[in-house]
């Protein structure tokens, strides 16, 4: 079970979502505890929101499914979630545009 990210458009959005984040987490758990789930994780949770998560969460996200790529390295998050002890799992869009110039889309 993945918990999505929030929206970060306005402040009274973040809180809509704070606010409906406790009482999600507590049935996802639950859904841990009862053995119909094995782990809970999140996607594209900044340190910040896994800090405010990890403030009530009774289980640590096992995951945080990320944007992740050479040119998207979020250093910052990687070491923090590391520490948490939450694997993080990298994706990338599939079409990454190139800005060298002089590359052929030919080899």
């Known amino acids: 079970m993945l918990a999505i990210d929030p929206p970060w458009k306005s402040t009274s959005e ?9 009482p999600n987490r507590k049935v996802m ?4 505890e ?12 900044s340190v910040r929101q896994i800090k405010e998560l990890l403030q ?7 995951v945080n ?3 992740l790529h050479p040119f998207w390295r979020q250093d910052e998050l990687v070491k923090f ?4 002890g939450i694997h993080v799992s990298a994706h990338t869009p599939l079409e990454v545009p190139i800005s060298t110039k002089g590359m052929s889309d030919v080899g």
Request: hydrophobic share 45%; proline share 3%; charged share 20%.
């Open 34 to 45: 009862s053995g119909l789930v094995r782990a809970i994780g999140v996607n594209n949770f």
């Open 56 to 62: 009530f969460a009774n289980i640590i996200p096992a």
């Open 14 to 22: 973040y809180r809509q979502f704070s606010n409906r984040l406790k």
């Open 81 to 84: 979630c590391q520490l948490k």
């Open 65 to 67: 499914q990320v944007e």
């Open 29 to 32: 758990e639950a859904q841990v």
